[in-house]
Structure formats: structure tokens, C-alpha cells
């Protein structure tokens, strides 16, 4: 299911010429805030970028109207996701009554008939949540710290365009081995348990690791904060203070 339906790694490139990876990953960011805001599940956040991800795949977008998709993509999310959405007139007072309710509306349609109406996907968070039970398969008491920590990896991959280029599967797959990793480094952080849950052996995830450890030390010098400071805080163990060592190829 997860192969239906992908955007290329290099849609931007293709499909857009006002829009780019910058803007894209000031608006994740930006959405991060909003969901904390409105209490969203985090299912709701995965979705809505999907869903910016494919319609910009397939459609040109101005950069005036992104953040109008943004909000209209989140709205989508909201209805399929959470008990209690929030209602299209919040979604335009947190833009500052930017667009209307209208304009909303007509976005909505626009987004919907792209897909034509077939709007789940499998995210990274869905194969997150098998992989971590998996991850603690042998534990005598579940680890909030090594959840928490995989659930900040995965999502920190939410605002790089780059890691569009991994399969969803491969992404939370990836975090476990990290969080893992960063927390332990006395025990190798893959085991046949996860090999079999996951279907991927240590070495088919050498490239994402390690891409995702430097998303995690943040080598590029990213800005983009929301992320790093929503998992700062105490309910969440401020796992986003971890960080790892270096990674030995024979881990691999």
C-alpha cells in the first residue's frame, strides 16, 4: 500500500516553479505548531503532509496559496483522523483570516477530487507504532524514552523534502535503529525480532540511518525549530536533547 500513490523525490523540481523546498519545510513547520495548538493526534500531521506532498506532486501551486493548502490539507487530515475536528473557521483565524471560509471550501474540493476521495495512506507513524512494539518485544517494562525518541526521529523527517526519497516504512524502521542506538550503544541496535517485523535487514537501512543521524545532530544548521522544541519539553522526556555517536559501519 505504501508504494501507491508516492510523490517523486524530485517533484519539486518537476511540477513547481513558485513553490520550494524551503517554503515547503517553513510550512511543516509551521503546521507542527498548529496541530500542538488544536491537540491533534499525530496521525493527523503524517496525513496532512502526505497530502500537501501529493497534490504538489501533481498540481502547480503558487506560493501566495501554500499556506491556504496547508490548512485545507490539515482540515482533510482532521476529518479523518480525530474524534473531534476543528472547524474551518480556526483553521482561517490561525492564518490571521488570511483566506476565507470560501476559499477554504474550494481548496477542500480541489484537494479532494485529486484524489478522488481516496485520502488514507499508510505513513511513517502507522509502521512506527507495529515497529516500536517489536523494538520492545524483549523488554521487561516498556521504554516511554526509546518511544518518545523514535516518534521525534520520524517526525523530524516530516519538514526535509529529502527523506521523500525513503519509503515510509524504511523512515520508521530507520528511527528505531537510531533511538536505539542513542540510547544504547552496548547492544546492537537490530535484532531478528525487528528483521522480522520489519522486513529490513541492518543493511538495507545504512543510508536512512544515516541520513536521519544528521537530521538528528542537525549537521545542515536547520532552523526550523517546532519540532526540536515541541520534543524539549518534559512530557515528552526531552528526548530532542539526545544526541548519538558516531555510527560504526560494522552496525551495518
Not at 33 to 51: A, C, F, G, M, Q
Amino acid at each position: 500500500a505504501e508504494l501507491k500513490r508516492r510523490p517523486f523525490p524530485d517533484f519539486m523540481e518537476r511540477t513547481q516553479r513558485d513553490v520550494t523546498q524551503t517554503m515547503r519545510g517553513i510550512l511543516v513547520d509551521w503546521l507542527v505548531e498548529v496541530s500542538e495548538e488544536y491537540t491533534l493526534v499525530p496521525d493527523t500531521l503524517y496525513l496532512t503532509v502526505y497530502l500537501i506532498d501529493w497534490f504538489l506532486h501533481g498540481n502547480y501551486m503558487e506560493r501566495q496559496r501554500l499556506q491556504l493548502l496547508g490548512i485545507t490539507c490539515m482540515l482533510i487530515a482532521s476529518k479523518y483522523e480525530e474524534i473531534c475536528a476543528p472547524r474551518i473557521e480556526e483553521f482561517c483565524f490561525i492564518t490571521d483570516n488570511t483566506y476565507t471560509r470560501d476559499q477554504v471550501l474550494e481548496m477542500e474540493s480541489q484537494v479532494l477530487k485529486h484524489f478522488s476521495f481516496q485520502i488514507y495512506t499508510p505513513t511513517s507513524k502507522t509502521f512506527l507504532r507495529r515497529f516500536i512494539r517489536a523494538a520492545q518485544a524483549s523488554y521487561l517494562n516498556p521504554s516511554l524514552e526509546m518511544e518518545f525518541l523514535a516518534n521525534y526521529l520520524t517526525e523530524l523527517t516530516l519538514v526535509d523534502y529529502q527523506f521523500l526519497k525513503f519509503l515510509p516504512s524504511v523512515i520508521a524502521a530507520s528511527a528505531v535503529f537510531l533511538a536505539k542506538w542513542t540510547l544504547n550503544q552496548s547492544s546492537h541496535p537490530w535484532n531478528p525480532t525487528l528483521e522480522h517485523y520489519t522486513t529490513y535487514k541492518a543493511s538495507d537501512l545504512k543510508a536512512s540511518v544515516q541520513a536521519l543521524q544528521d537530521l538528528q545532530l542537525n549537521t545542515k544548521g536547520c532552523s526550523l525549530n517546532s519540532i526540536r522544541m515541541k520534543y524539549r519539553q518534559d512530557k515528552f522526556k526531552s528526548v530532542a536533547v539526545y544526541t548519538s555517536p558516531k555510527l560504526p559501519d560494522e552496525l551495518f
